[in-house]
């Protein structure tokens, strides 16, 4: 694993999730607020914080926001402040930028002003619980447009044998492309690999297939 250059903009309950998560990762990770308390607070849980306000644009230059590989403004509720943060950060030259939005409009705003990528923590969560609870055994899903998509589930009592006696392809028009047994991944399996319960699948397919297959294991 290639060890990144994060820098974390806002020390909030978020932000100091991904900032302290991205360390315990190894990746070097430099965590700013304007706040002196929240940078006490993750002071021996990063590689640097410091107090900086990232509204001013000379601030950012000073810790060379150019030169990190993900800079991610989690800046919470002060909206204006976040899009400052952002714009600043790509106006430095900052490659990669991730930024949370509390609402849709934000997130628009995010976008348009040039965010690489724009999330809604609050939002995401809710969605992903919401397919967890409605659907137990499909953990995550990967959209890939057009229709088809890439979920992770857990094979149960009814999902159990070798992949060749199993048919998925056949029977539900999906394919496996990994297995995750024990801590284990086999990416590519074959026929004769074996399936056991809890065991993870990663699993390509129409949402309609997947869908099959989610009815076929009793949810």
Known sequence: MKTKQC???????FGTAVATTLY?????????DHGEENVDRVMNLVTHAAIVDATDERALRSIGVAEFDVVVV???????ANILATMNAKSLGATYVVSKAIDEM??????RIGADLVIRPEHDMG???ARQIATPNIVDTLDLGGDYAIVEIEANERLKGTLRDLNLTG?????????SHAGKIEVTPRAEDIIKPHDRLVV????????????????
Do not use: K, P
């Open 127 to 129: 969605v992903r619980l």
């Open 74 to 80: 989690a800046i919470g509720t002060d909206v204006q």
């Open 24 to 32: 315990e990762m190894g990746h070097e990770v430099v965590a700013i």
């Open 171 to 179: 029977r539900f028009g999906v394919q496996i492309i990994a297995i």
């Open 204 to 219: 390509i397919g129409t949402s309609h297939n997947l869908d099959e297959l989610r009815r076929f294991l009793g949810e």
């Open 7 to 13: 820098l974390v903009i806002g020390l909030g309950r």
């Open 106 to 111: 934000a997130r628009r705003v995010l976008e």
